[in-house]
C-alpha cells in the first residue's frame, strides 16, 4: 500500500462548480498533513495546512479525519486559475521528512 | 517571504560529467531537502540535512552526494551523470523540531538532461 494514496483524476469541472479531493495515508503515527498546488512545470507551493479542527481559507477547506486516516480538500466556486495538480503531503511517523502524493490534476472549463 | 533558489532552471549535461546543483535559501531554515519528480513516480527524496555537515539519505540516494558546508547553502553532486538522473530536480527548506514537521518551500527547480 502506498503511503499517500490520491485519485490521479483528472476532475474536469465547469467555472463555478464544487470539487472535492480526497487523499488517505497509511501512518497513523503521521501528525502533520499540507496541501500544495503544482502547476505545469513549476515547483509545488504550499496552499494550506491541514489541522484536525479543519480549517478554511476562503473558498477553499480542508478537512482531517485521523480515525480514518483520510485528508480532504474541497474548493468551493472554482475558477479557472484553479487548475492545477493538487498534491497531499503528510510527515513520515512522526518524523520531518514529509511523503507527498502522487496528486490530483483539476481543469477547470469556461 | 521565503526564498528558495537553485543555480540553473535548465541544465544539459553528457553521460559521465560531474554535475552540481546548487540550492540557497534566505530563511534561516535548518532543513534542507533534495528531491526528484518523474512524470508518473511523484516526489522522490534524494537526501536531506537537518544541520551544517549532517546529511541522511533519503529514498533514492544512489548516483547522488550532497554537502552542507553553510546553513543556507545545500548541493546535489551527481558524481557520474548517466541518462537515468534526467529528470526535474526540486530543492526544499524548512524548519526543524524533532516530531513535528513544518511545511516545506520549494525552489523553482532545475530540469537536467543528460544525454
Known amino acids: 500500500r502506498k503511503e499517500v494514496e490520491q485519485d490521479p483524476g483528472p476532475f474536469n469541472v465547469p467555472e463555478g462548480a464544487t470539487v472535492a479531493f480526497n487523499c488517505t495515508y497509511s501512518n497513523s503515527a503521521s501528525q502533520s498533513f499540507f496541501w500544495y498546488r503544482q502547476d505545469c512545470r513549476k515547483e509545488p507551493k504550499l496552499l494550506m495546512s491541514?489541522?484536525?479542527s479543519g480549517n478554511e481559507d476562503g473558498r477553499f477547506t480542508a478537512q482531517l479525519n485521523r480515525a480514518s486516516q483520510y485528508i480532504s480538500l474541497l474548493i468551493r466556486d472554482s475558477k479557472l486559475s484553479d487548475s492545477a495538480t493538487y498534491l497531499c503531503v503528510v510527515n513520515l511517523d512522526s518524523s520531518y521528512k514529509l511523503i507527498f502524493g502522487s496528486g490530483t490534476r483539476l481543469l477547470v472549463r469556461p | 517571504d521565503v526564498k528558495v533558489t537553485q543555480s540553473s532552471r535548465y541544465l544539459v549535461k553528457r553521460t559521465g560529467e560531474k554535475v552540481f546543483l546548487e540550492c540557497v535559501q534566505d530563511?534561516?531554515?535548518?532543513?534542507m531537502f533534495w528531491y526528484r519528480q518523474d512524470p508518473g513516480l511523484g516526489l522522490r527524496l534524494i537526501y536531506f540535512?537537518?544541520?551544517?555537515?549532517?546529511?541522511e539519505k533519503g529514498d533514492i540516494p544512489e548516483g547522488y552526494s550532497v554537502s552542507r558546508e553553510k546553513k543556507e547553502r545545500f548541493s546535489l553532486i551527481l558524481e557520474s551523470a548517466s541518462t537515468n538522473q534526467t529528470s526535474m530536480y526540486l530543492c526544499?527548506?524548512?524548519?526543524?523540531?524533532?516530531?513535528?514537521?513544518?511545511?516545506?518551500?520549494f525552489g523553482p527547480g532545475t530540469r537536467l538532461t543528460v544525454t
Open positions: 540535512s537537518y544541520d551544517v555537515k549532517m546529511k
Open positions: 530563511m534561516d531554515h535548518e532543513n
Open positions: 491541514v489541522y484536525s
Open positions: 526544499a527548506s524548512s524548519f526543524h523540531n524533532t516530531g513535528l514537521a513544518y511545511e516545506q518551500y
